[in-house]
Nanobody
């Protein structure tokens, strides 16, 4: 069993930066691919970014490519999402999740955190 806890969300102005973190407990994360997803009010949860267990491979949704960076520190059992050049449309609850394979499909993720709110003001 893996427990995931996100932190680092908050309110930021458009054009600003924020880093959210996802700390794991219960099991080492290095055998899991990790993903970040987000859900805005009234919308479906959508894929943001994913990273392989080793951290070597990552990919991003087109909407965040070039602005967001996913990374991980397996020694700390933590995954990060660095968000730069934030836009009001990035406002959402951001959740991390763990899966056995790296995928954009939220149905393939076995473990989820509770999420952290990110609000970008215009």
């Amino acid at each position: 069993q893996v427990q995931l806890v996100e932190s680092g969300g908050g309110l930021v102005q458009a054009g600003g930066s924020l880093r959210v973190s996802c700390a794991a407990s219960g099991r080492s994360l290095n055998t899991y691919a990790m993903g970040w997803f987000r859900q805005a009010p009234g919308k479906e949860r959508e894929f943001v970014a994913a990273i392989s267990g080793s951290g070597i491979t990552s990919y991003y949704a087109d909407s965040v490519k070039g602005r967001f960076t996913i990374s991980r520190d397996n020694a700390k059992n933590t995954v990060y999402l660095q968000m730069n050049s934030l836009k009001p449309e990035d406002t959402a609850v951001y959740s991390c999740a763990a899966a056995r394979i790296m995928t954009m499909s939220k149905g393939m993720y076995n473990y989820w955190g509770q999420g952290t709110q990110v609000t970008v003001s215009s």
